[in-house]
């Protein structure tokens, strides 16, 4: 199983939308919609902050967002702020009852 | 509330085993599986495997497949997870998680496996 691809940073100012794309196959991303992102803090646990491709924890904050066309799944970060400097992973369940993450992408605010 | 608790850092030298545990706190451990997943130093995350805390049962990643064992203790509330065979590039940050629904909800603090001669 193959790593998810994504982008490997992504930057944008205070106040703007930024998005990170995680593209699958038929066998991961397309098959399900088990798509989960989560965000990452150096030194820290990754934090979930999207599951089920589109839904957000309980105290996630609205700014995030996700969604998903084919074998592709998307996280949008709207009004950006300096809190969201972190690393960004998608996850997915497969076809073969495994999980496989992203490649990850560094989110800078500039 | 939900807590995952991780045994601490460990030193191994190459060829030998280690074994990381994960304790559950706040929630029925058997209704919940639960997933492995390492991060080598400045690298991304790496899926290794899930245990099914209900039935035992595993799945475990191609990639560690020879080499990892899953398993727990249920009176325990306890995962383990042990790799064995070291090598220096096994170096890393092994976490635990709860799996809820088809997402991992909650994550262990993470322990720092190194393998070191």
């Known amino acids: 199983q193959s790593a998810l691809t994504q982008p490997a940073s992504v930057s944008g100012s205070p106040g703007q939308s930024i998005t990170i794309s995680c593209a699958g196959s038929s066998s991961d991303v397309g098959a399900y919609n088990f798509v989960s992102w989560y965000q990452q803090h150096p030194g820290k646990a990754p934090k979930l902050i999207i599951y089920?491709?589109?839904y957000r924890p309980s105290g996630v904050s609205n700014r995030f967002s996700g969604s998903k066309s084919g074998n592709t799944a998307s996280l949008t970060i709207s009004g950006l702020q300096a809190e969201d400097e972190a690393d960004y992973y998608c996850g997915s369940y497969t076809s073969s009852n495994t999980d496989v993450f992203g490649t990850g992408t560094m989110v800078t605010v500039l | 509330q939900v807590q995952v608790v991780q045994s601490g850092a460990e030193e191994k030298k190459p060829g030998a085993s280690v074994k990381v545990s994960c304790k559950a706190s706040g929630y029925t451990f058997t209704h919940h599986a639960v997933h492995w997943v390492r991060q080598a130093p400045g690298q991304g995350l790496e899926w290794m495997g899930w245990l099914n805390t209900g039935n035992g049962n595993t799945r475990y990643s191609q990639r560690f497949q020879d080499r990892v064992t899953i398993t727990r203790d249920t009176s325990a509330n306890t995962a383990y997870m042990e790799l064995i065979s070291l090598r220096f590039e096994d170096t890393a940050v092994y976490y635990c998680?709860?799996?809820?629904?088809?997402?991992?909800?909650?994550w262990g603090q993470g322990t720092l496996v190194t393998v070191s001669s």
């Open positions: 998680a709860r799996r809820d629904g088809r997402t991992l909800d909650s």
């Open positions: 089920d491709v589109t």
